[in-house]
């Protein structure tokens, strides 16, 4: 016996099937999906009720003339260095090696957020426990804290550490003592906390009334106690590699950390006033002053001196970073360069391109940028992404760019990518999906993306060139 069913999309998309009786709700689901083009989702009843599992139509009563919503959430990648996971429109998550995308795995059912260290994941389930795994060493084993691990609303990630912000304010943590795991010393401190910001080693929390409670690896910015006075009606916190930058209420700036990292502002201290953002790379940090004009301090080499440039820094939008360099994009749409030459500091060869730019991403020492007429220009160190020249003739119309630690991916108006960097440039359209691609998300040197229907994808660099994968569905 069969009976017909609608299932509609939450946009008024609609599907009419013919099923069996005897069809599980999950091959009623993957039916719908298949019609509709979208990818994984939770189908419900009129009422609300999800439906998931084996159980079949018969079993679950449904009747002839049923209409069923299916609700997909929007598809959420992380990654560490060399691993992707995602949590799926049906709030699955799965997870892959970068290197090794055929081997991906179905890990845990409802979750709501996945945080990544450079080894491990953190999965928050709707339940609001928390589902690690990974490296121990990167905070992949969160056993010694699992019974502690309740009603968590945020996670935060250091290098090889997690800390969980609790709907109560409170924080657990997990994950090697020197990366920032064990906050015992300054737990009693952790209450009514607001966001938590991360560096290579340590943590710094931001609590209710703008107060702050770091811990860690002390030389990394784990101890603030030089400036601990100082930092009252903090609004947000920066991070470079060992230091951090907090950005107060009246909009100046307090700095803490290695040294050489951007750690002491001391020189600079009277500039930072009406500080609207700040910036920062490995080694330097860059502030946006509400005029417009850029301050800049730590490693001189690596951009923590902007001296050669700063007549140009006038009317700054947005700066980005690379491992050693930064790029101010300017309110007219031109762009200025300083720090590393070997980082992305040089322009000179493609200055006169560099007008109407409207975004630029890095890789760790090399740029693209995409212009308003949907071109983009490239430069940096070659085996980084900063040569296109291969692909030039299909950068074009691009909508959105992403980068790996060596390469870029440029995202084009049909949904094609094109890819380019590390050993040789590789023009990827033709491995996407039937429908276009909407997200990209990079790891190490591979990339993965989401495409309309809910097919993720992914690439791998192998002997000198990028491979392409279909992961899952």
């Given amino acids: 016996m069969t009976i017909d069913v609608t299932v509609t999309l939450m946009s008024g998309k609609t599907a009419s099937l013919t099923t069996s009786m005897d069809t599980s709700v999950e091959e009623l689901k993957l039916q719908a999906q298949m019609l509709l083009q979208v990818g994984s989702g939770v189908l419900r009843t009129a009422s609300g009720e999800s439906l998931m599992g084996n159980a079949t139509v018969r079993q679950l009563g449904l009747q002839a003339g049923e209409v069923l919503t299916l609700q997909i959430r929007p598809v959420q990648i992380a990654a560490t260095s060399s ?151 903090v609004r947000q916190i920066q991070s470079s590699f060992c230091a951090f930058a907090a950005i107060l209420d009246d909009r100046s700036v307090v700095t803490w950390g290695l040294s050489s990292t951007g750690g002491n502002s001391a020189c600079v201290s009277e500039q930072l006033q009406n500080v609207q953002n700040v910036q920062a790379n490995r080694s330097a940090f860059a502030a946006i002053r509400e005029d417009g004009s850029v301050v800049t301090w730590g490693d001189a080499a690596c951009g923590g001196d902007s001296g050669s440039v700063q007549q140009h820094l006038v009317r700054v939008c947005e700066i980005q970073a690379s491992m050693a360099a930064f790029v101010a994009i300017l309110e007219n749409g031109s762009v200025v360069a300083w720090g590393h030459p070997s980082s ?130």
């Fill in 83 to 233: 691993a992707f996971a995602t949590c799926r429109g049906d709030g699955s998550a799965v997870s892959w090696s970068g290197s090794y995308p055929d081997t991906f795995r179905l890990l845990c059912q409802r979750v709501s957020h996945i945080q990544a260290s450079q080894g491990a994941f953190a999965a928050i389930l709707e339940t609001g426990n928390v589902f690690t795994w990974g490296d121990p060493a990167y905070g992949g084993d969160s056993s010694s804290v699992q019974n502690q691990l309740r009603h968590v609303r945020e996670i935060q990630a250091s290098q090889a550490a997690f800390a969980a912000i609790l709907e109560d304010g409170a924080v657990v943590t997990w994950g090697p003592s020197h990366r920032g795991g064990d906050s015992s010393s300054v737990q009693g401190q952790l209450r009514n906390v607001r966001e938590i910001q991360s560096c290579r080693s340590a943590f710094a929390a931001i609590l209710s009334d703008g107060s702050v409670v770091t811990w860690g690896e002390p030389t990394c910015g784990g101890d603030c106690g030089s400036v601990s006075s100082r930092l009252r009606n």
């Fill in 344 to 473: 992305g500091s040089v322009i000179d060869h493609v200055q006169e391109q560099l007008r109407d730019v409207k975004q630029i991403q890095a890789s760790e020492n090399a740029f693209a940028a995409l212009l308003a007429d949907g071109s983009v220009v490239t430069w940096g160190l070659k085996p980084y992404g900063g040569d296109s020249a291969g692909v030039q003739h299909r950068l074009r119309n691009v909508q959105q760019i992403q980068a790996s630690g060596n390469a870029f991916a440029a995202l084009r108006d049909d949904g094609s990518l094109v890819l380019w960097g590390g050993a040789v440039a590789w023009d990827v359209d033709e491995f996407t999906s039937t429908a276009p691609v909407q997200q990209i998300q990079a790891s190490g040197e591979s990339f993965a993306a989401v495409s309309a229907d809910g097919v993720i994808l992914s690439w791998v660099w192998r002997n000198g060139c990028m491979s392409p994968w279909r992961v899952c569905r």
